[in-house]
C-alpha cells in the first residue's frame, strides 16, 4: 500500500508560482497514476482534478486550471509535481495527490478513481 505525503505548499505572493510535490513510502509511486485534487475552504474537496499515467505518456488537466497547472513526474526520485503559475487568492487551499494502481493509457480526472490518497498541502496566496 503506497503512502502519499505532499509538500511545497505555503504562503506565496500572488503572481507568484510555486511548485508542490508527491512522493511515497512503503511503496514507489512509479506505477501508479497521479492527480492533483484541492479543496477551497468549508467546500469539499474537488471532484475533478489533473492527472498524470505512470509512464507520464498522458496528461489531463481540470479546464479550470489548463494553462496555469503543469504536472510532471521524475521517477528517479520517485516524485510528481504540481507546478501552478501567476498565482492569485483564488489558488488558496489545500492541495493532495492522489493515486491508482488500476489506470490505464489514460488517468482519470475523477476523484472516485482514486484509492490513495496524501494529507495535503496547504497554500496561501496573499499579498
Known amino acids: 500500500q503506497v503512502q502519499l505525503v505532499e509538500s511545497g505548499g505555503g504562503l506565496v505572493q500572488p503572481g507568484a508560482s510555486l511548485r508542490l510535490s508527491c512522493t511515497a513510502s512503503g511503496s514507489t509511486l512509479n506505477p501508479y497514476a497521479v492527480a492533483w485534487f484541492r479543496q477551497f475552504a468549508g467546500k469539499e474537496r474537488e471532484r475533478e482534478g489533473s492527472?498524470?499515467?505512470?509512464?507520464?505518456?498522458?496528461?489531463d488537466y481540470a479546464d479550470s486550471v489548463k494553462g496555469r497547472f503543469t504536472i510532471s513526474r521524475d521517477h528517479s526520485k520517485n516524485i510528481v509535481y504540481l507546478e501552478i503559475d501567476n498565482l492569485t487568492p483564488e489558488d488558496t487551499a489545500t492541495y493532495f495527490c492522489?493515486?491508482?494502481?488500476?489506470?490505464?493509457?489514460?488517468?482519470?480526472?475523477?476523484?472516485?478513481?482514486?484509492?490513495?490518497w496524501g494529507q495535503g498541502t496547504e497554500v496561501t496566496v496573499s499579498s
Open positions: 492522489a493515486a491508482d494502481l488500476r489506470a490505464g493509457e489514460r488517468c482519470p480526472r475523477w476523484a472516485r478513481a482514486y484509492d490513495y
Open positions: 492527472c498524470i499515467t505512470s509512464k507520464a505518456d498522458f496528461i
